[in-house]
């Protein structure tokens, strides 16, 4: 009997020390600026993607069946790639984040039950501009849980839904906005069902501070290097490492210039071996000579992995 008390208090004290360690997040950061503050003019976006080793990050050209041709940002773990950021043909760019006060299973059963889809492919492949998906009642009302940032060469607006209840906001010209993984729009129970990270909190006050102090007017090459700050350690820094094997850690980056007056995108993209052994980036130029090198409708070719 002594035995047998003994392993269930160990057991018990095991249970509740696994139930007080931290998740794993699937976590990024998002920000943009348009207007004055950018050099050149037109809107800047970056996307610092994190998530635990598993799903590492690719980019591709696309050409869809129906629709404009993308410039997208994958995640490539198990099953079909997911798109999670892009820049379509027309100059519009979508970036997201997971929504962190949802639970991850609680997200997954509205998205099934609802038959609610992501929204990047959708709305790089239907729009062409921020005042088109903002009219776009339909497909807003279908979106999954999610965070996003939609841009154009002349507006920024901020997307929030948790499945059951979304808001769609244009910014203010000249302003500059980010986005964690906690609400800032949406401010309903189904929204937040549980506190707000901490990690998230941190990392958005920290990318707010670090655009503070940018010198301005900021290029695209300023703006993705704030993506390399890791002020805040493994866990909670823009740039995250993961304090352990299993925690999330930066495995990509999307960052874009679009420019006023029809001037060509420019994006600069990266991949990171979620171990950090190997890293892969590139510059490109989204002209009508990369168009041009589109694969047929309904095919993609791979840009980085």
């Given amino acids: 009997m002594v035995q047998a008390s003994r392993f269930l208090v160990v057991a018990s004290l095991l249970l509740l020390a696994v139930l007080a360690l931290p998740r ?34 690719s980019f591709a050209l696309v050409t869809p069946k129906h ?26 760019a979508v970036i997201t984040a997971a929504v962190g006060s949802i639970p991850r299973a609680e997200r997954k059963r509205r998205t099934q039950a609802g038959g609610l889809v992501y929204p990047v492919r959708p709305m790089l492949e239907r729009f062409a501009t921020v ?5 776009a009642k339909d497909l ?21 839904s948790s499945g059951q209840a979304w808001k769609i906001e ?32 941190v990392r958005l006050n920290r990318i707010r501070e670090l655009w503070a102090g940018l010198s301005k007017p900021a290029d695209l090459a300023a703006a993705a290097a704030l993506a390399l700050d890791q002020a805040d350690g493994p866990d909670r820094s823009i740039l995250r490492t993961g304090s352990t094997p299993a925690k999330a850690r930066t495995v990509g980056l999307l960052a874009a ?3 006023p007056a029809g001037g060509a995108p420019k994006v600069i993209i990266r991949g990171i071996d979620p171990l950090g052994a190997r890293q892969a980036e590139a510059s490109l130029t989204l002209d009508d000579a990369f168009w041009r090198t589109a694969p047929p409708p309904g095919q993609s070719r791979i840009l980085l992995q």
């Fill in 24 to 57: 794993a997040a699937r976590a990024c950061t998002l920000w943009a600026a348009n207007g004055s503050d950018v050099a050149g003019g037109g809107s800047l976006l970056v996307k610092n993607r994190d998530y635990p080793p598993g799903h590492p990050t």
């Fill in 67 to 92: 629709g404009h041709k993308i410039m997208a940002m994958l995640s490539t773990g198990k099953g079909q790639p997911t798109m999670v950021g892009g820049v379509n043909e027309k100059g519009l």
């Fill in 131 to 135: 005042r088109q998906v903002v009219a």
């Fill in 140 to 160: 807003l009302a279908g979106v999954r849980p999610i965070f996003a940032i939609v841009a154009d060469a002349h507006e920024v607006a901020v997307l929030e």
């Fill in 170 to 201: 244009v910014m203010a010209r000249d302003a500059f906005t980010a986005h964690a993984n906690h609400p800032l729009l949406v401010d309903t129970p189904d929204m937040r069902q549980e506190p707000d990270a901490p990690g998230s909190v």
């Fill in 257 to 259: 210039w679009l420019p």
